[in-house]
């Protein structure tokens, strides 16, 4: 099992932009699908991105595309979430998650690994 820990996250502008990472703890995360959820106060978790073991295949959810970038570093056991044109409604917190091989790349219960997730708050 791996365990991950998000960091990145931070206060920034509408039209900014922020990079998020996720690390692994160890190598079994070079095989995982790595996804990103978010968690706006007081809703459901969304789906972000998401990214196969060898990045051949990427998923993005509608909010985001043509703004936000998942990619991985399987040498440096990382993730990243590229993150431009930041928009308030983008403030939530973002968790990244990994699995072997997930049943739907966008369902957040169906990753068994979360972690602690990374406050991204955007003002207008």
């Known amino acids: 099992q791996v365990q991950l820990a998000e960091s990145g996250g931070g206060l920034v502008q509408a039209g900014g932009s922020l990079r998020l990472a996720c690390s692994g703890s160890?190598?079994?995360?070079?095989?995982?699908?790595i996804a990103w959820f978010r968690q706006p106060p007081e809703k459901e978790h969304e789906f972000v991105a998401a990214?196969?073991?060898?990045?051949?295949?990427?998923y993005y959810g509608d909010s985001v595309k043509g703004r936000f970038t998942i990619s991985r570093d399987n040498a440096e056991n990382t993730a990243y979430l590229q993150m431009n044109s930041l928009k308030p409604e983008d403030t939530a917190v973002y968790h990244c998650?990994?699995?072997?091989?997930?049943?739907?790349?966008?369902?957040?219960?169906?990753?068994?690994?979360w972690g602690q997730g990374t406050q991204v708050t955007v003002s207008l």
């Open positions: 160890n190598a079994t995360f070079r095989s995982y699908v």
């Open positions: 990214i196969s073991w060898s990045g051949g295949r990427i």
């Open positions: 998650a990994a699995d072997p091989g997930p049943h739907t790349y966008n369902r957040y219960d169906h990753y068994r690994a």
